[in-house]
Each structure stands twice: as structure tokens, then as C-alpha cells.
């Protein structure tokens, strides 16, 4: 099946070529023969940050005007809407690998120490940039990212992301209660700093805020409660948190909270349920939680390798996305409670967890989540998430042959989706070769290091 063809008004300025993938709905719905977009020889046109042209090279090339420059990736690479990860903390970048404890002890032991530090701006800068490059040396264009309780923090990464021209959102963690005091906001200053926050950032250019309050057990219900009102005021930014991650956590949150039905009622009670609502994990959701997910247009993001990790469990995206009462799911890293930038290892840990619920996850599928799904969880599959005249042209350049072994293990193959099945088991972050971010190349493997 070829893509649109057709040009979407602007002029391009640059192309580059190769195999491409990507999706035109959702195939966990609709079916992947009639999602799945796989052009073995194509072009895809860039100009004023958007596709302008994508489709059969044969076809595209004559309606490219003269002069416009095509890099060629050859038959070797994939093309592919650049990776969406809608669950991650920045901060926690110098602490990956943190061992021996689950949620909470974890928490208290490593991340918060961490996240202390985030205090001192110039810190929180220097973070942001390694952050930031290590995205584009995956291939993940767009992230939905978790700063820390200090409103220096966010300033950081929303001045090196703009400077990336990067579609990206991010918010100040809400927290007053069951931290260090030294992590600790109020009701009153965490919505006035993220106010301020959302007046400064969200809508400038690509970037969005994503109101943070960290998770129930370090939010009292009044700021909870602020939380709802303050989003109420700016209905188009994001809500994000955690949920059912960790069983302990879990039986914590019923302590806390006696009064509400279950743990992601805490979070409806204070209509914090709706589009634009992003749970971390849901692990351990009941099928009532998962229904009101469902019927309030919110979304889970799955992050495998963190729930491994961390010992949280193995999420069953089958049941999330049952037919009868599909819920939004996105693609989370997770880290520094997740282990890899890499989306592909990702995937493969995406694969794993399905496979301990008797779910078979497809790389078709998987792709689509990496991508589309992930953009569609968010709210922005009209803007990226895939490649079609207009869409903005955040794009990552996979190379099909980037170890000894996949070399090798490629040879064997026998169509198409194997091929893309062996990359999301085998692969990681020396399978990207190119990140381009609104058209501009980013990340050039080539010229690297
Ligand atoms: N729950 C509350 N805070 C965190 C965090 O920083 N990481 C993870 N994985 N879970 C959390
Ligand atoms: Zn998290």
C-alpha cells in the first residue's frame, strides 16, 4: 500500500530515501492490513519543518523541484516516524541502574537523594543536555517528561528543547507530603510555580506543559485537588502520574485514602480522569479501573523495562486494550526506573511482558505503538507519530544491519515483518543512524563522536 503522494502546500527543501514504515490508523482496531504502510523505495520531502511529499520513489522524484537535495539511505534502512516516549524522568539520567530495591525503597534510597541536586540550575542544565542528546541518539523525537519539584528544573529542559526545536512536554512534580522536606512544595507554591510555568512554556513553539502531580501517596487530597483546578484553568495541557504500580504502593494508597474505591478513583475523585490524562504503569488496574480509563478518554503508558527492573510486574496490554473497552496506550522508558533510551529494547521488553500475559504482541504492532499509538495516547497523532503530507517531520533512520549478529541473523529472514521483529529483539540504540527534528538532522550516526 503507498502512502499520499501528494504535496501539502509548502516547499520542500530537503528529501531523504530508503524503505519506509508507518501507520495511517490504528491496527490493534482496524487490522494491520489495513494500517500498515510498507513502501520498500520511497521519498519523503521536508520543508518548513513539515513532509510536504511522501510516497514511491519513482513516483515522488519528478514532482521534487530542481536542486532539492535527496539523501539516499539505501535499501539497508528503515524509515520511520521518529519514537514517541510518553513516560520518563529526566532526572533520574544519573541514576539508571540503581540496585536492589522496588518502588518505594528505591524511591526513598536513590531518586529522591538524585533529585535534590536538581536545585542548583546549572545542574539541572548539564542533565538536560545529556538527556536530550541520548533521545536523539534513539531516535525519540517527542517525550512527556517528569522534571523535579524545583521550577528551575523544567526551565532547563524546556530551553534546551526549544533549542532542539523538539515537540516535548514536561512539568514540575507536585509533591508535599511523604518526601524530604527538601522536596517538598505546598499546595499553594506548586500551583503558583506551575502556573507560572504553563504562562511561559506551553504552546511556545512545539513545547507543552503536563501538570505533575508525582503520585497519590506525596500529594494530600488538597493538592490533588489543585491539581484539578489548575488544569481545569488550562484544559489543553497534559495531566501525568502514577498508578497501580507496585503492589506495596498500591496497599499504601488504601491507607491513604480510605474513603475512595480504589487507587485510580483517587485520581477521578479529583477529576484528574479525562483526554490528556497520563498514567504511568497501571499494572495492577482492575477491570472497573481500566473501564473508567476507557470511558474518560485517559491513557496508560506502558513501561516494560522499568516494571521489570523495579520488580512491579508484567503489564497485560491485551487486557488494556480489549476490544469492547480499548484504553489509550502509549510507550514509556521510565527511566531512570527504566533501563534503556533505546525504543526497540523497549519493544522487546514490551514483547516479553505481553508473552507473560499469553498475548503474542506483533511487530507490526509494536511499531505502531513505538509511533502512532503512542502519539495517538497523547492527544497529537495529527501533528507526529507518523509520515504523511503535513505531519511534522520529526523522522528517525533505522539501520536493519547495525551489529555483526543482526547482519548475520538478517540473512535468514523471510519477509518483512520478520525483519522488523528481529530489530525490536535485537536491537538498540546503534540501529539509528539519523534523528531529524522538524527537518533538521539531529543526530547523524555518521558523524557522531
Ligand atoms: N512513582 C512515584 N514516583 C516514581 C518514579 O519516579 N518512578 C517510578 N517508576 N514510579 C514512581
Ligand atoms: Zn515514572
Known amino acids: 500500500m503507498a502512502g499520499n503522494p501528494s504535496a501539502a502546500g509548502a516547499v520542500p527543501t530537503a528529501a531523504i530515501r530508503g524503505p519506509v514504515l508507518t501507520f495511517t490508523g490504528d491496527p490493534f482496531r482496524l487490522g494491520l492490513e489495513h494500517t500498515m504502510v510498507h513502501e520498500s523505495d520511497a521519498i519523503v520531502a521536508f520543508g518548513d519543518g513539515r513532509v510536504t511529499h511522501f510516497g514511491p520513489a519513482d513516483a515522488i522524484l519528478p514532482e521534487l523541484p530542481a536542486g532539492v537535495p535527496v539523501r539516499d539511505y539505501g535499501p539497508d534502512a528503515l524509515i520511520s516516524a521518529g519514537f514517541i516516549d510518553s513516560h520518563v524522568h529526566f532526572p533520574q539520567t544519573p541514576m539508571i541502574g540503581a540496585h536492589g530495591a522496588q518502588l518505594l525503597d528505591w524511591l526513598n534510597t536513590y531518586t529522591f537523594p538524585t533529585e535534590g541536586r536538581f536545585v542548583d540550575k546549572a545542574f539541572a542544565t548539564s542533565v538536560a543536555k545529556v538527556f536530550l542528546q541520548e533521545c536523539l541518539r534513539n531516535g525519540v523525537t517527542t517525550s512527556c517528561v517528569y522534571c523535579t519539584v524545583y521550577p528551575q528544573s523544567v526551565d532547563a529542559l524546556f530551553e534546551e528543547a526549544e533549542r532542539l526545536g523538539m515537540r516535548l512536554a514536561a512539568g514540575k512534580v507536585l509533591m508535599n507530603r511523604n518526601a524530604p522536606d527538601y522536596l517538598l512544595d505546598t499546595t499553594q507554591s506548586g500551583y503558583d510555580d506551575s502556573k507560572r510555568l504553563i504562562n511561559a512554556w506551553h504552546g511556545r513553539g512545539r513545547l507543552m506543559y503536563a501538570i505533575t502531580p508525582r503520585f497519590a501517596p506525596t500529594s494530600t487530597p488538597d493538592q490533588l485537588a489543585s491539581a484539578g483546578e489548575l488544569w481545569s484553568e488550562y484544559p489543553d495541557c497534559y495531566l501525568q502520574t502514577h498508578v497501580s504500580e507496585n503492589t506495596s504502593e498500591v496497599a499504601w494508597v488504601k491507607e491513604l485514602f480510605p474513603d475512595r474505591s480504589g487507587y485510580l478513583d483517587v485520581y477521578d475523585h479529583h477529576r484528574l480522569c479525562r483526554p490528556r490524562a497520563i498514567f504511568g504503569h497501571g499494572v495492577h488496574l482492575d477491570d472497573g479501573e481500566m473501564q473508567c480509563l476507557h470511558a474518560t478518554g485517559s491513557a496508560i503508558a506502558h513501561c516494560p523495562t522499568s516494571n521489570f527492573f523495579l520488580g512491579s510486574g508484567a503489564f497485560d496490554i491485551g487486557r488494556a486494550l480489549r476490544r469492547e473497552r480499548p484504553v489509550r496506550v502509549g510507550l514509556g522508558t521510565d527511566l531512570g526506573a527504566g533501563t534503556s533510551f533505546s525504543i526497540l529494547a523497549t519493544l522487546n521488553e514490551a514483547y516479553k511482558a505481553a508473552q507473560l500475559n499469553?498475548?503474542?504482541?506483533?511487530?507490526?504492532?509494536?511499531?505502531?505503538?513505538?509511533?502512532?499509538?503512542?502519539?495517538?495516547?497523547?492527544y497529537i497523532d495529527d501533528k507526529?507519530?507518523?509520515?504523511?503530507?503535513?505531519?511534522?517531520?520529526?523522522?528517525?533512520?533505522?539501520?536493519?544491519?547495525?551489529?555483526?549478529?543482526?547482519?548475520?541473523?538478517?540473512?535468514?529472514?523471510?519477509?518483512?515483518?520478520?525483519?522488523?521483529?528481529?530489530?525490536?529483539?535485537?536491537?538498540?540504540d546503534r540501529a539509528v543512524q539519523a534523528t531529524y527534528i522538524a527537518g533538521e538532522l539531529r543526530y547523524d550516526r555518521a558523524g557522531a563522536g
Open 384 to 428: 507526529v507519530g507518523s509520515i504523511a503530507p503535513g505531519m511534522e517531520a520529526d523522522i528517525v533512520v533505522l539501520d536493519m544491519k547495525s551489529t555483526p549478529i543482526i547482519r548475520y541473523r538478517m540473512e535468514f529472514v523471510q519477509d518483512f515483518m520478520e525483519a522488523l521483529f528481529v530489530q525490536m529483539t535485537m536491537g538498540d
Open 358 to 378: 499469553h498475548y503474542a504482541l506483533t511487530a507490526g504492532h509494536a511499531y505502531y505503538l513505538a509511533t502512532r499509538g503512542t502519539a495517538n495516547a497523547m
